[in-house]
């Protein structure tokens, strides 16, 4: 049998969604159309638009397929969210992760969720952490509960709606949420101790088939019968996945997008600390990846009021030189400095759109080596996503941490790629090269001023 080649991945982001057409062949996204991903506010909750997204795949798959030829579906989708299943529908909305309902029930849930040694899950507010999120639909909409039949992560409820099998992966259980035992790879305490064993789906392989696409939706978009459907992984893990294939240990990966999330592949998960949003995350293959999270897109369009222009040498060289900074947290509800308050040295009002988009750069770049630091990370570093295409935030994070940084540009990585890369993945965990440096890091009198500059941005941060 043919293996399939040309896969159409369905990439759920927290901002955007998206189908993209990968060809494994040279790892290309061939064709993408993408929309925005809405918030619901009526209901119960605010909750994600799910017919909305669905009706946006059906419509994009439809017309790639009278393009392109389709061979295999994937998914991917963004963690932190859960779904609540009945017999052919959703039993409840499926909550969005930003919604501070959970912290009306913390006292109650911090006295049963596992302690942080068990599950490597920090504890976070909102719905971030998945456990909170279930026991406060049960505890505040019971009857909605009642009709639960199965709990599923998010990548598989679309998976569910493609093929009819509900399952749950790794990827996403592994992803703050309480409920898995890293180390041990099996459901936490939490799971029997609330009733939810019987409800939780069965854990299925992300790297082989799920299962065949419905016949009635491989008729509707024109694809062949028995189409695979691989059965889906975390966004942030499917960035991974790629250099994972491709690059020997040790090495890190910082994922970006409306989150910065760095890997430490081969790093121990010894010392993480929760107080500072570092994790385990569980990569494709099951294995615990030291992990550190700010949500670094969110804050770099906050600070340049989403409309960044690439900073001059003459505005690089201001901000070094005069100290302009920006410290945390822009968004303090996550990451390394939770519950503190973005304070600016100078009025932000004040500077040009280029001047604040350097601020905002090197404000990522010091958030990123103090996240690399906490999970000790080792070797090279590669940054993907948007990240990539700012060349201060890579010049700056190599003179940070005295290491080569690869900024993976081009199309061969990101979400969608890894997510299609569950068609080719193997028990080969990794690969057997270094990843080359591509960042040229900053010229001397640059590099020196960055030193000092952040030695006082890590003061003022250690100070707040």
């Known amino acids: 049998m043919t293996p399939p080649r040309q896969i ?26 993408t929309a925005p991903n809405h918030i619901r506010k009526d209901g119960p909750y605010p909750h994600y638009d ?42 409840l909305p499926v909550l969005d992760y930003e919604h501070d309902g959970p912290d009306a029930l913390t006292a109650e849930y911090d006295a049963l969720r596992p302690d942080f040694t068990e599950t490597l899950s920090p504890r976070l507010p909102n719905g971030l952490t998945v456990g909170a999120q279930i026991h406060w639909l049960q505890q505040t909409f019971p009857d909605g509960f009642a009709d639960t039949r199965y709990i599923l992560t998010y990548p598989q409820y679309w998976a569910w709606r493609l093929t009819g099998i509900a399952t749950n992966e ?33 854990v299925r392989d992300a790297t082989a088939p799920l299962g065949p696409l419905k016949p009635e939706l491989a008729v509707r978009w024109g694809l062949a019968a028995g189409t695979p459907v691989a059965c889906g992984i975390h966004d942030s893990n499917a960035s991974l996945l790629p250099h994972l294939l ?36 569980v990569n494709v293959f099951g294995d615990p990846v030291p992990s550190a999270r700010f949500m670094g897109g969110r804050e770099f ?25 920006v410290l945390p947290a822009v968004v303090p509800e996550s990451g390394p400095f939770q519950g ?18 350097a601020v905002a750069s090197l404000y990522l770049a010091c958030m990123t080596e103090t996240c690399l630091d906490l999970i000790g ?24 941490t005295g290491r080569g940084v690869r900024a993976s540009t081009d199309s061969a990585t990101g979400t969608s790629v890894g997510a299609a890369l ?33 030695a006082d941005w890590r003061r003022g941060a250690d100070e707040a």
């Not at 990827?171 to 064993?197: E, I, N, Y």
């Not at 503190?340 to 988009?357: E, M, N």
């Not at 080719?424 to 270094?434: L, N, V």
């Open 8 to 33: 159409a991945v369905f990439d759920v982001g927290k901002t955007n969604v998206k189908v993209a057409l990968v060809d494994l062949r040279d790892r290309r996204e061939v064709a993408v159309e």
């Open 301 to 325: 369009e906050l600070l340049t009021d989403g409309a960044p222009v690439a900073p001059t040498k003459a505005a690089v060289d201001r901000v070094l030189e005069e100290g302009l900074m």
């Open 50 to 91: 799910v017919e909305r997204i669905w009706a946006f795949f059906d419509e994009a798959v439809a017309r790639l397929a009278a393009a392109h030829p389709i061979d295999g579906i994937s998914i991917t989708a963004h963690g932190a969210s859960i779904v609540l299943l009945g017999h052919d529908d959703l039993a």
């Open 246 to 281: 491709d690059n020997r240990p040790p090495f890190s990966v910082v994922s970006t997008g409306t989150w910065a999330i760095s890997f430490a592949v081969g790093a121990s998960t010894e010392g993480l600390d929760q107080s500072r949003d570092t994790l385990a995350n």
């Open 377 to 400: 990370a080792a070797g090279p570093i590669i940054v993907e996503g948007p990240f990539a295409a700012n060349d201060l935030y890579c010049n700056a994070v190599a003179g940070l």
């Open 422 to 454: 569950l068609f080719e993945a193997t028990a080969a965990k990794t690969g057997s090269a270094a990843p080359e440096p591509t960042a040229p890091g900053l010229e001397p009198a640059q590099a020196r001023a960055l030193a000092t500059y952040a």
């Open 340 to 357: 503190r308050s973005a304070r600016w040295s100078t009025d932000p009002a004040s500077l040009s759109r280029q001047t604040r988009t």
């Open 170 to 202: 790794v990827t996403s259980l592994g992803c703050h949420t309480d409920l898995w035992r890293p180390v041990q790879r099996t459901w936490s305490s939490l799971v029997p101790r609330m009733g939810w064993d019987g409800l939780m789906a069965p």
